[in-house]
Structure formats: C-alpha cells, structure tokens
C-alpha cells in the first residue's frame, strides 16, 4: 500500500483532494471520479452476486436477447451496469453529457438537473461475455470537456482525439476490485477495501516495464491477419531460434481490462488487429471508451499504445461507435510491432 506523507493509508478521495490542492483537477472532476468509482463499487457488487442476484444471461425477455447498436446480445449485467453510471451520474452538475457503449447515441443531461463542462464516456462492463464463466471483467470511462458555449451537447461534441481527454480510468472486478486512474499526471491504482466501502492507494506511479516476453491475442483469428502481423507474432513464436532471440508467452483473457491490468503489473503487449472478419467495421474494439482510454492510462505508465500505423491517442475519431486496431503495453514491443507494419 502507499502511504500519504503522514504515513497514512491514502483514500481516494484523499488522493483527489491532494490532486486539486495541487492545482492538477478542480473541484467538478474531482466530483467526477468520486461519483464513476461509487458507481464501480456498486457494480462490483452486483457482479459479485452472480448467479444468487439472477443477474447472469442475457437481457431481453420473451422477445428475444436485446442486441445493442455493436449487433452485439447485451447481457443483464450490462443493461445493470450501464443504469448503475446513468444514475449515479445524472444530479450532481459535473456533466454536460455522456455516452456509453450500451447507448447508441449519447444523452446531454437532462434538463431538470443543472449540468457542467465535462463529458463522460464509458464502456459499463466490458467483457461481459466472460461474466456467466466467472472470469474477470471491468468498467472502463474516459473523460472530455465539453465545448465552450454547448447547452446540449450532441454526439459530434464527443468527437474529440484521445489527447483531449482530461482523465481515464477502468475498474477491474477480479479476486481485487481494482481502479486503475489518471488525471494527466501518472497512473495510479486503487484497491477497493471491502471492510469500509473505500478505495485506498495502493500503487502510486504504475511504471510498465519498457521490455517484455509476453503477448496477449486471440490466436484463433490468425488466418484472418495482415501480412505485418503474421509475420509480427511469427516471429513471437519463434521464440529464441527466431529473429526476436527470446522465447515468448501468450495469454489472451478475452476481457480487455484483464489483459491489460495484467500488462499495467508486469508488463506485455496486448493486441487486437485488424483481420479480414473485422476489417469492414474499422477493427474489432472501440476508440471512444475502450482503447483511448487504455492509451491514456498506458502512456501514462510508460507504456505505448498505437493502432499499428499512428499512435492512438492522435487518431481523429469520425464515429462514436467507431472501432479501431490496438497494439498497447511495454513501449519496445509496441514499437517493434508498429515497424513490422512500417515495413508493409
Ligand atoms: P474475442 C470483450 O468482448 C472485448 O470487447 C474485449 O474486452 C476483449 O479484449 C475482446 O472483446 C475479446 O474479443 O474476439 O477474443 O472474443
């Protein structure tokens, strides 16, 4: 755990309050991401529950799963989650509007409560398909300001490059209910200490080793790759007799914020390209809420993040929903696999 200067356990909200008396946040983003981590803590709960809180399975009824605007069957736990930030979210006059992977389009808040400068996005429970197989899952947010002079923002507002973001986080429900946040000034994790209901610090600076011998993809789609990632994770798997010289790893959890909480602890590269299945759509992943917020975070950490071809942060988004190739994790790796695409 890391200690605050007085020796104390620090709190999230100790931590927050020391960032704006640093004169790094004000006042409304610090309410921001007290309010998204009550609202994680709320959501670990209900996952937690599984099948005694008869919220596995897909949502929808007698109709049918309910399929969201990714063509994707929404599981309960997804609908749960995305009310558990709407609501939590609505009152407190720190947003302007907010936009969810679960929503097709994004809401301004409305008009009974007052609203203020920032705009939320947020991946509610990203992958959920692993919820009913007990595996780690996790919420992931990213937050923009709101334009200048915009009573009701619209989705185009939220069209904003990964470097406009103010602060990103995710909050992993794993053995540890864990949030993992920056504000611009590092990436710090917080563990949830159940006893009291509070996140306390428990790493201050998350640095992501520069080097790394292991990679996450799904293998499975090997065939469907461009000709730079072929031979990219081929030569991954020639380990020590291959051009590389070491030997490899894989682990593949098939739930982003696993993956890459695993790469905030001990380093990786974790990827998701583009292949011939997923091509047509932009890739398989999202810019707005799932891969600019991990860009922040990694690069934050040290870490790289980039789509094979321009860093991540710097991609200009066209499209709310809009999917993006990912290569993210410890800067050499990421590196080398962007020369290989370099290198056509
Ligand atoms: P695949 C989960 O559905 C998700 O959006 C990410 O969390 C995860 O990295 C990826 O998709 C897994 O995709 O094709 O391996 O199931």
Redesign the pocket.
């Known amino acids: 755990m890391t200690a605050s200067d007085d020796g104390k356990p620090c709190s999230l909200t100790r931590f927050l309050i020391e960032e704006q008396r640093a004169g790094r946040i004000g006042p409304d983003l610090r309410l921001l991401i007290e309010v998204v981590a009550r609202a994680c803590k709320r959501i670990s709960i209900t996952v937690g529950k599984g099948a005694l809180g008869g919220v596995l399975g897909d949502a929808g009824g007698a109709q049918g799963a309910s399929i969201n605007i990714q063509g994707e069957a929404q599981k309960k736990l997804d609908v749960l989650s995305n009310e558990i930030l709407l609501e939590a979210n609505a009152w407190g006059g720190h947003l302007a509007a907010l936009a969810s992977e679960e929503m097709d389009h994004s809401q301004p808040i409305p008009d009974v409560y007052p609203r203020g400068n920032y705009l939320l996005l947020f991946d509610p429970l ?4 692993n919820i009913d197989v007990n595996v780690s899952v996790g919420t992931i947010f990213s937050v923009l300001r709101s334009p200048e002079g915009v009573d009701r923002p619209g989705d185009e507002h939220f069209l904003q490059p990964g470097t406009a973001q103010v602060a990103a986080g995710y909050c992993v429900y794993g053995p540890q209910t864990t949030l993992v946040l920056t504000v611009g000034h590092g990436t710090h994790a917080f563990t949830l200490d159940r006893e009291i209901g509070s996140f306390t610090l428990t790493t201050r600076g998350i640095r992501i080793p520069e080097e790394t011998k292991e990679f996450a993809v ?1 293998m499975s789609n090997q065939r469907f790759w461009e000709p730079p990632m072929q031979r990219y994770v081929g030569d991954l798997l020639a380990g020590k007799e291959g051009p590389r010289g070491k030997d490899f790893n894989m682990r ?1 959890v ?4 696993a ?1 890459v909480h695993r790469i905030m602890t001990r380093g990786g590269i974790f990827s ?1 390209p583009l292949d011939s299945k997923c091509a047509p759509k932009g890739g ?2 999202r810019l707005m809420y ?1 891969a600019n917020p991990m860009a922040f975070l990694v690069e934050q950490a040290g870490g790289a993040a980039s789509t094979g071809r321009q860093r991540m942060l710097e991609v200009q988004p066209t499209g709310l929903h809009q999917r993006v190739p990912v290569f993210l994790g410890s800067k050499r790796e990421v590196e080398e696999a962007v020369r290989y695409h370099a290198e056509g």
């Open positions: 990203d992958g959920s398909s799904n593949w098939a739930s982003m914020v993956d998701y398989k992943l799932e």
